[in-house]
């Protein structure tokens, strides 16, 4: 796929012109560029998620892709079925984000190849190769505001959006005009630092178009779990936010006690935080399709 110009994550809107118009259920293949790719000196890159940014050349999207049929209202699936990094990856610590943002001030990248299944750091480290996508978005009808995460998706940093996840979106604009961006390597969940392994990829994927289905988050299947997404501007709002979607979820899917639901979830539902620091954090719930299962089996 070949866009006219290359649009980052800081710039995109719903007036940004589809690269790619696909049919539901129709495969394709997309690059995507890596989120540090065009910055020539990490020293000139202002603080993610600011005013700053807006309009500098951090993660290039591939896309939007324009799903046929798709209105607002319905929901898409985006079918992540390969992804492959490739070239040469960067870490970093950029100006004034992460954990430790005042103890590590300066800004710094560190190469590190792809080569022979895994990421090199520093070119000396070997770290196994665990691609994903930091960024899976529909288009937010107002376009992209500093936060970057929300219902439609956008940089939410799970790791386990890789391939074989599913991740199931609302559309809110015609067309839902999907977007891939900031693949990694290797990431961890937390991403104390602010970065992953930053590379460009190879993405194969399929967008299934589920009509009138109503979604007001993100959610995730892969490994046999359904992961709930959820956001705030503090950690423990994000928490908040994907507990309140499970005990939802739970209750839809089997018919359960909402007190019961939230039991149920404090014993086997696994919290993790994916997103560094940001104006929205981002957090998922981990379901285990099993228990679902025999909990709606036990209402029948």
Request: with cysteine.
């Amino acid at each position: 796929m070949t866009a006219a110009r290359t649009w980052y994550l800081f710039d995109v809107n719903p007036s940004t012109p589809p690269a790619l118009t696909v049919t539901p259920g129709e495969e394709f293949t997309v690059e995507v560029g890596g989120a540090l790719r065009d910055v020539p000196d990490i020293r000139l890159v202002p603080t993610p998620f600011t005013p700053a940014c807006n309009g500098h050349p951090l993660a290039p999207i591939a896309g939007p892709v324009r799903v046929n049929g798709a209105e607002p209202g319905d929901a898409v699936v985006v079918d992540l079925l390969e992804i492959t990094p490739h070239g040469d990856g960067k870490a970093a610590i950029l100006r004034d984000f992460g954990v430790l943002r005042t103890e590590f001030p300066e800004p710094m990248a560190l190469s590190c190849p792809i080569k022979d299944g895994r990421a090199w750091f520093g070119g000396r480290i070997p770290i196994p190769l665990s691609p994903n996508l930091g960024t899976v978005s529909t288009m937010p009808p107002d376009g992209y505001k500093p936060s970057y995460a929300g219902a439609y998706g956008g940089d939410f940093d799970q790791k386990d959006v890789r391939a074989g996840c599913r991740v199931h979106l609302p559309v809110l604009v015609p067309g839902a005009l999907v977007f891939f961006a900031d693949p990694h390597a290797a990431i961890s969940d937390g991403i104390i630092g602010g970065a992953g392994v930053e590379c460009d990829a190879t993405v194969r994927a399929r967008i299934g178009l589920e009509k009138r289905r109503s979604l007001d988050r993100p959610l995730l299947e892969i490994d046999d779990t359904v992961q709930v997404l959820g956001f705030g501007p503090t950690v423990e709002a994000a928490t908040e936010d994907c507990a309140r979607g499970a005990v939802e979820l739970v209750v839809s899917r089997t018919g359960m006690d909402p007190r019961e639901a939230y039991m149920l979830l404090s014993i086997v539902g696994e919290l993790r935080i994916g997103t560094s620091p940001r104006p929205v954090m981002a957090a998922r719930l981990i379901i285990p399709q099993t228990v679902l299962t025999a909990a709606a089996q036990g209402r029948a």
